[in-house]
């Protein structure tokens, strides 16, 4: 199973460079980037990663405020490795509750060891992979994996199955948003997506091409920030023929 990872640094240099690192162990997967506490509380609290990353040299202080703030809104906070250019901030970090504190320049066999107590201590969870559509007293099992897409309909939900099959909910598509495996995502009002199904995001007609029977689904600007971290995602694993 896969960590989910959010940094929090304005600097774009050395936000690749830690994306490249955790790249190289194949079970990280960016949830998003921020620049600063504001938009770090913001991403954590919409995104839930597992771990985050935060560049202690801009505003240490401020961060440390937002950690406890964080204790607010999350019953459990996320993995926080502190990075910074000095120890200077080491000893707060700890007090803070942070995993680890990285120096730069990154050391890449500190990050291994790192990781890899991180994952002794905290192993990934396991997502559920069926799901119970509740009707009266009827209960329909469905195998999330074989999901292609979930549909708004008024207030109920259509499940449209690889198959062919549709399976009916009477909830809203904003109750399944965050109960369904992280390869579900918001692309526009109306549509959940299971992203191992698609197989083309096109932005200048903003629909996504699913394998099954070349369909095409509409994304909305508003969710343009789920297809961007799509199109990362999807792009890891693949063989570009950009120059």
């Known amino acids: 199973m896969e960590y989910t990872y959010t940094i929090?640094?304005?600097?774009?240099?050395?936000?690749?460079?830690?994306?490249?690192?955790?790249?190289?162990?194949?079970?990280?997967?960016?949830?998003?980037?921020?620049?600063?506490?504001?938009?770090g509380t913001n991403t954590i609290l919409k995104y839930s990663?597992?771990?985050?990353?935060?560049?202690?040299?801009?505003?240490?202080?401020?961060?440390f405020h937002m950690v406890m703030e964080l204790h607010q809104y999350l019953n459990e906070l996320p993995i926080i490795i502190g990075i910074s250019k000095s120890k200077d901030y080491a000893y707060e970090a700890i007090k803070n509750g942070f995993f680890d504190y990285w120096l730069k320049p990154y050391n890449e066999f500190d990050i291994r060891k790192s990781i890899l107590r991180l994952k002794k201590q905290v192993p990934a969870k396991t997502e559920p992979q069926t799901l119970c559509l509740k009707s009266y007293r009827d209960f329909q099992y469905i195998n999330t994996d074989d999901i292609l897409y979930l549909q708004a309909d008024n207030n109920s939900t259509e499940f449209v199955m690889k198959?062919?099959?549709?399976?009916?909910?009477?909830?809203?598509?904003?109750?399944?948003?965050?109960?369904?495996?992280?390869?579900?995502?918001?692309?526009?009002?109306?549509?959940?997506?299971?992203?191992?199904?698609?197989?083309?995001?096109?932005?200048?007609?903003?629909?996504?091409?699913?394998?099954?029977?070349?369909?095409?689904?509409?994304?909305?600007?508003?969710?343009?920030?789920?297809?961007?971290?799509?199109k990362n995602l999807l792009s890891k694993n693949t063989i570009s023929s950009l120059n």
């Open 163 to 230: 198959d062919g099959t549709i399976n009916n909910a009477y909830k809203t598509l904003k109750t399944f948003e965050n109960q369904l495996p992280k390869n579900f995502v918001r692309i526009h009002q109306s549509y959940i997506v299971n992203t191992n199904f698609i197989s083309r995001i096109s932005y200048g007609k903003s629909y996504c091409t699913l394998k099954q029977n070349k369909m095409q689904l509409p994304f909305s600007k508003s969710y343009r920030e789920n297809i961007d971290g799509l």
């Open 8 to 39: 929090i640094d304005s600097d774009a240099t050395s936000n690749l460079q830690l994306q490249h690192y955790l790249e190289d162990y194949g079970d990280f997967t960016c949830a998003g980037l921020a620049q600063n506490s504001t938009e």
């Open 49 to 63: 990663p597992d771990v985050i990353f935060i560049n202690l040299n801009e505003s240490a202080y401020e961060y």
